[in-house]
Every structure is written in C-alpha cells, then in structure tokens.
C-alpha cells in the first residue's frame, strides 16, 4: 500500500515537472526550432517527420522530429537490411544513405529530437522513460521486452546516457528494465543531468 501510494505520488510530480519543463523549453527554444526548420527545409521536403510510436500499455501515439532523412527512407530500408550494424530487430547503419546533411548534423547532436518536447507536454511522453518503439519492434517483443511498455516512454533514459548505439540491443533492454525498477523523482533528475555531456560529446549517436 505504501508502495503503490508513494508510486502516486511520484507519477503526479513526474507529470508537473514534465509539462513545467516542456512548456518552458519551448518557449526558450523557439527561435532554435525555427532556425533547424528553414535549414531542413531547404535541404529539401518538410521540416517535421511524423511516425508512429508504442506508448505506455501498448497506446500508440505520433512521435514528432525534425526530419532527418530523405523523403521515402522507410520505404528503402529493406534494400538496406544486409547493412544492418545492430543486433536484434533493431536497425542501425554508421553511414546509413537515407540521412540528409543537415539531418546528420541533427542527429549527432540530438536535436532533431527537439520536437519531442510537444509528446512531453501532450502527455505522450515523458522527460524520462525508455524510449519509445516502432509497431513492428513491438510485434517483436517477448514478454520480458514487453515490460518496457509498462511505464511511459521518454526523452532520454540510461541507455542515452550510456553509449546508445554503442549498446546491443540486450544490454538495451536490461538498462530499460534496470530503470522501471528504480525510477523516482530524483532519480530522473540524476538521468537528466547524466544525459547532457552524453548529448554534448555525441557518444553513441547515429
């Protein structure tokens, strides 16, 4: 009882702090939104990319990013399939042909996840949480990886602040797993803060 009431109030102060920061960092960071629009823009097609995500207990939600890759990417991902660098149903690709110049630049230094930050204030997503997968990774999981689905997905979490795309797709899940089973208040602040030199060094990004 005492656990399910202090998991309560952990949830109401994770949503607070989720729309106070949202809400703020999209108001600082509008200028910088508009700025990676026009550069995307003019590298070609719209700025946002749209896709569709698993929330919490399996609710599916659009995922906004700033665009990366060029227009019709997933639909040349079979051809790409024998280059695949990550284990799993995961695909990741060093020097994947679908990613734009300026979308390369996004990706290194994470900001074309930016636009997550309307999930976060939405309600889709969180600052913290696993992060959040396709429909057919989903169809993919056992029930031991289906326990990601259990709380909702994030921003950053410790795989972000732990090599990302440097980490097989085993050690991914056991550090998802790792944080269901330690998440608290204080503990997101400490992922959060982790997150930022990881994001400044570019360790891990694709």
Not at 22 to 37: D, E, K, N, R, T
Not at 91 to 100: I, W
């Amino acid at each position: 009882m005492e656990k399910k009431k202090g998991l309560i109030i952990y949830e109401f102060f994770k949503r607070l702090t989720d729309i106070v920061v949202s809400g703020i960092a999209l108001i600082v960071l509008s200028p910088l939104f508009l700025v990676i629009a026009v550069l995307v823009k003019i590298d070609g097609g719209p700025a946002f990319f749209f896709q569709e995500r698993a929330g919490k207990d399996e609710k599916y939600f659009t995922m906004y990013k700033f665009r990366s890759m060029v227009m019709g990417a997933e639909d040349m991902l079979d051809e790409l399939q024998s280059q695949n660098e990550a284990d799993g149903f995961i695909f990741k690709m060093e020097n994947d042909p679908r990613v734009t110049t300026v979308g390369n630049i996004l990706r290194r230094t994470s900001l074309d996840e930016l636009p997550q930050l309307l999930n976060i204030l939405k309600g889709d997503m969180s600052l913290v949480g696993p992060r959040p997968p396709l429909r057919n990774e989903v169809e993919q999981y056992n029930d031991y990886q289906r326990q990601r689905l259990t709380v909702k997905p994030g921003l950053t979490c410790i795989w972000q602040c732990s090599g990302r795309s440097d980490v097989g797709l085993d050690d991914w899940m056991r550090m998802d797993m790792e944080y269901i089973e330690k998440r608290g208040y204080f503990y997101d602040w400490f992922l959060i803060f982790k997150t930022v030199p990881a994001v400044l060094t570019g360790k891990g990004a694709k």
